[in-house]
């Protein structure tokens, strides 16, 4: 299956919710976090977003999400792809921060000298192609098929059995999700079909929560925008429920450290010809002039970046009335600030107290009480019983809230199939263009560096040097 990686990664990085997500990363891990790092990072990719979609839109959509996003991110202007750019070693450079040559996992479907066929109990010639797809299904036209064990590739194992090659184990490095689960951290990812399990990595362990619906289930549809936008849902309802520190089946889990997955609706919309769909897909000229089915496709995957972002940005304000205790309380309202009547005057020190040390997990930037909050807001308690006891102002973009709501390329676009650029986002980054050249494999290291973790823990990014974003350290 070729599926084009031209994707935008958009890497979401943030501090969420309390300490329980960690449990055990309490003590020395926690401690080591700079200020600056970040507690969460979410990776998201787009196959198809070419920068010239993301400037085309954003400057018809001057209101969008995608737009309020690009305010506060780094844009890491020239991060490139490589060839191959399928989408399978594309995903593993990004786990890794290796390339094929490190990975070696060079396509989906690629040969392996030393294999043998399924079912041959490595008798006969040794070499097989091995291909990851959704033949090795069990029924590719079921979405919650899984791999048939019978079909994997065989290999001599060093005891000179004949064994099973188990996805993971085709690839030779580490990924950051075992790098993060080394350090206790929890991690999820969801993707297309069965085969991208190999995200575990060689420990076959990496990911906590992994969740595959097999695209190739829709058959034809596949092609079909209208049908594989309720395909993508399914992926932003995973990630939703993650970010509610649920699983992707809606059970209590935690909120990932690492954690994110891929959308196709764009590249669907991109690929489309007019007779293939209802409307016409592609570019109109080689300006990427959209047409119907890719403005719907992007409106649609601006809808799924809200939606995140507002997932993320949500702090139910029960975790105050935790944190302070529900019975010194008399009210709190909330929103954007939180504003505090406690029962005792006396209470007002021990409450900031408990906010102030639980300042992260609340997302809060600044506590007002007392002689700060008379100079922000011109009252005091004492003279004024209305006037609050303690006001929060949230890190940017918190919202102190309970509510939920679940919820080919046409047109000449060849040299920029190798544009990748990658957007960092958090609310409260100032809004930076960097011009470095690298590739996309760099993001590996980054995302260990947001979480405080030492990239070199990953054995590729040793092996090939591979420089990380330059994001920290300016
Ligand atoms: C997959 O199977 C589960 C369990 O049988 C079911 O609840 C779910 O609806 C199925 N998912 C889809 C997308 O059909
Ligand atoms: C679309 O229709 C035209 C004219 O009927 C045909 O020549 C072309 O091959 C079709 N393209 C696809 C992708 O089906
Ligand atoms: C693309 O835009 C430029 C500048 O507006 C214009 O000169 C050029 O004719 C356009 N090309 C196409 C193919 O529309
Ligand atoms: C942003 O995303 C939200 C959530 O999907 C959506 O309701 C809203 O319409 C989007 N905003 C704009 C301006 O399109
Ligand atoms: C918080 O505490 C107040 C006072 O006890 C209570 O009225 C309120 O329902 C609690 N919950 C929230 C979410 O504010």
Not at 65 to 79: E, M, P, R
Not at 172 to 181: D, L, Q, S, Y
Not at 253 to 277: D, T, W
Request: negative net charge; glycine residues 6%.
């Amino acid at each position: 299956m070729v599926i084009q990686t031209l994707s935008v990664l958009i890497c979401l990085v943030f501090f969420v919710t309390n300490s329980l997500s960690c449990p055990q990363s309490s003590s020395s891990f926690l401690d080591k976090r700079a200020d600056k790092k970040f507690g969460h990072v979410l990776l998201i990719s787009i196959d198809g977003l070419h920068q010239k979609d993301v400037d085309v839109f954003t400057t018809s959509h001057p209101d969008s999400n995608l737009s309020l996003i690009l305010k506060n991110f780094v844009y890491f202007k020239k991060a490139q792809a490589f060839l191959p750019t399928d989408s399978f070693p594309g995903l593993l450079a990004q786990l890794t921060g290796g390339l094929p040559k490190t990975t070696s996992v060079w396509y989906d479907k690629s040969w392996d000298d030393t294999y043998f066929a399924p079912g041959s109990d490595c008798k006969g010639n040794p070499g097989y192609n091995v291909v990851w797809d959704e033949s090795l299904d069990v029924d590719a036209t079921n979405i919650n098929t899984t791999i048939n064990p019978d079909l994997l590739p065989l290999r001599i194992n060093k005891d000179d059995k004949c064994v099973k090659v188990q996805l993971y184990d085709y690839l030779r490095v580490n990924t950051i999700f075992e790098v993060a689960k080394k350090h206790s951290l929890i991690t999820a990812w969801v993707d297309k079909l069965s085969a991208y399990s190999i995200v575990n990595g060689p420990s076959g362990k990496g990911v906590d929560d992994f969740y595959s619906l097999e695209i190739a289930s829709l058959g034809s549809n596949k092609a079909h925008l209208t049908f594989v936008k309720p395909y993508d849902n399914y992926h932003t309802q995973a990630i939703l429920n993650w970010i509610d520190s649920n699983n992707h089946n809606c059970e209590p889990f935690h909120v990932p450290n690492i954690f994110g997955g891929n959308f196709q609706s764009l590249s669907v919309a991109q690929k489309s010809s007019s007779n293939q769909s209802e409307y016409e897909g592609g570019y109109a000229d080689a300006n990427a002039t959209l047409r119907e089915q890719v403005k719907d496709a992007l409106n649609y995957i601006d809808d799924i970046l809200g939606n995140f972002v507002n997932e993320l940005k949500k702090i139910d304000p029960q975790k105050l009335n935790d944190t302070i205790g529900a019975d010194k309380l008399n009210q709190i309202t909330s929103d954007d600030v939180a504003l505090i009547w406690l029962k005792k005057d006396s209470d007002s020190k021990d409450a900031v107290k408990s906010l102030s040390d639980n300042k992260d997990a609340l997302g809060i930037a600044e506590i007002f009480e007392g002689d700060t909050l008379k100079a922000k807001f011109s009252c005091s308690h004492d003279k004024d019983t209305r006037c609050p006891h303690i006001a929060i102002r949230g890190v940017p973009g918190v919202v102190y809230t309970t509510s939920t709501k679940k919820i080919a390329e046409h047109g000449g676009f060849n040299e920029d199939d190798y544009h990748v650029p990658i957007i960092v986002y958090n609310p409260s980054i100032v809004r930076k263009v960097n011009d470095d050249n690298i590739k996309i494999h760099s993001i590996a290291s980054f995302i260990l560096s947001a979480l405080g973790l030492d990239p070199n823990e990953l054995q590729a990014v040793v092996k090939e040097n591979t420089p990380t974003l330059n994001f920290f350290s300016e």
